[in-house]
């Protein structure tokens, strides 16, 4: 598995914008090939899929982030971002980043936090 470090959680109010970035080890030279993915746990719910990204860019978001939600991949920093817009107290959950491959265990980032209310 791959050590991934998010950041970007917070505190935001309704309408507002956070930029989750979760980074691999500058050295992992196969980023690239691997799916990208963000999750969500919101207190009392199971762990949703967010926003998804493969090796070649074609994305998926649930319904409840698209339109408000980007997903993104910065190959040459190992980086993916989930870029948040018109934040609801309903997004309020743990972010987790996940990096996924076929026949490969995912590797998961730490979480964070991020709070919406006014």
């Known amino acids: 598995q791959v050590q991934l470090v998010e950041s970007g959680g917070g505190l935001a109010q309704p309408g507002g914008s956070l930029r989750l970035s979760c980074a691999a080890p500058e050295r992992m030279i196969t980023f690239s090939f691997y799916g990208v993915a963000w999750y969500r746990r919101a207190l009392g719910k199971p762990r949703e899929l967010v926003a998804a990204m493969t090796s070649m860019n074609t994305t998926n978001y649930s319904e409840s982030a698209k339109g408000r939600f980007a997903i993104s991949r910065d190959n040459a920093k190992k980086t993916m971002y989930l870029q948040m817009n018109n934040l609801q107290p309903e997004d309020t959950a743990v972010y987790y980043c996940?990096?996924?491959?076929?026949?490969?265990?995912?590797?998961w980032g730490q979480g964070t936090q991020v709070i919406v209310s006014s």
């Open positions: 996940n990096l996924n491959a076929v026949s490969r265990p995912d590797s």
